[in-house]
């Protein structure tokens, strides 16, 4: 396995493929990490605000937010090598004022100054229970707008274009007496948790290109969610990482290994299976396809 890890991705691919070795591949990168805390999820005020009783951002790279409680179930995300900036989080509860994490959800957009939210789950998927906490968190009806945190933040749905494989919808955010700010969010169809999308590995690199040139060079990270904001939040995330890294560094030689261990450091959990990670793989490939590869050399890339 060592041998193999020092292939590049679409050599790699191919050998995994031919050997069944997913599952092994996937069970070799290290998860668990002692030096790193989560104990700021798991105490007695901050647990309800976690969808799940086993998924917490490190203490060292999870989102604060301003104010006296400061916790909400979120992970900054730095790329290695390319320097890329993203917010992994879950998505937000529904319930009363205690357990509700909509307000929390919308003030970190604000604060953090992120213009794209880039969903990858249906609230109404799986079990009742996750149903009755994942109520949307946004307006669904065009011009109509929700009040969070005593009216101090407001979002009205401007526009909504359903396309074959995702949703695209302007949101309008307005915090206090501050000009409203332009938010865009995706949100992509058919991925199950747990599982990989129902559509092509094809478009799902189409709904990532159009995530990028939305927030291409904007001063604040996307926000990126699932339900509990890890499996396939780091599909998502490890696709783009290797992509860019790619295409700067101009080689297909990544260890993408000690790259989602590096992302892990940052968010537990990120990439859930091993079906996730092949599927990640794959649209990996499918953006090499629309790469001009000349000039590109085998550079072994690592962290």
């Known amino acids: 396995m060592n041998e193999i890890m020092k292939l590049g991705v679409p050599k790699l691919f191919e050998i995994l493929e031919k050997h069944d070795e997913w599952q092994s591949f996937y069970y070799s990168i290290e998860n668990r990490f002692p030096r790193l805390s ?24 999870r989102v604060r937010l301003n104010g006296m409680r400061d916790y909400i179930n979120a992970s900054h995300i730095k790329s290695p090598i390319v320097q890329h900036r993203y917010i992994a989080a879950q998505e937000p509860l529904s319930g009363n004022s205690y357990t509700s994490t909509k307000d929390d959800f919308w003030e970190m957009v604000w604060e953090q100054n992120s213009c794209v939210i880039i969903m990858l789950n249906d609230p109404s998927e799986n079990n009742s229970y996750k149903k009755l906490r994942s109520y949307p968190y946004f307006p669904t ?7 969070y945190t005593g009216e101090c933040i407001k979002v009205r749905l401007v526009s909504r274009q359903d396309k074959q494989c995702y949703v695209h919808s302007t949101l309008e955010l307005t915090y206090r007496s501050n000009p409203p700010r332009e938010i865009q969010h995706l949100q992509f169809k058919g991925w199950g948790d747990y599982e990989v999308p129902d559509s092509a590995a094809a478009e799902f690199h189409t709904f990532l290109c159009e995530a990028r040139s939305l927030f291409e060079g904007l001063a604040g990270p996307p926000v990126v969610h699932c339900s509990a904001g890890v499996g396939r939040t780091g599909t998502f995330i490890l696709a783009d990482v290797i992509l860019e890294i790619a295409k700067e560094k101009k080689s297909l030689n990544i260890d993408v290994k000690k790259v989602l261990e590096t992302l892990r450091r940052q968010r537990m959990w990120l990439v859930q299976t091993p079906e996730q990670l092949r599927f990640c793989f794959m649209v990996i490939l499918e953006g090499i396809k629309s790469f001009d590869t000349t000039g590109f050399n085998g550079t072994r890339i690592s962290v």
Do not use: F, L
């Not at 009806?141 to 009040?147: E, K, P, Q, T, V």
């Open 141 to 147: 009806n065009i011009h109509g707008y929700a009040a």
């Open 38 to 61: 989560a104990t700021e999820g798991q105490t007695s005020q901050n647990m309800p605000k976690n969808r799940y009783c086993n998924v917490w951002p490190w203490n060292d790279s």
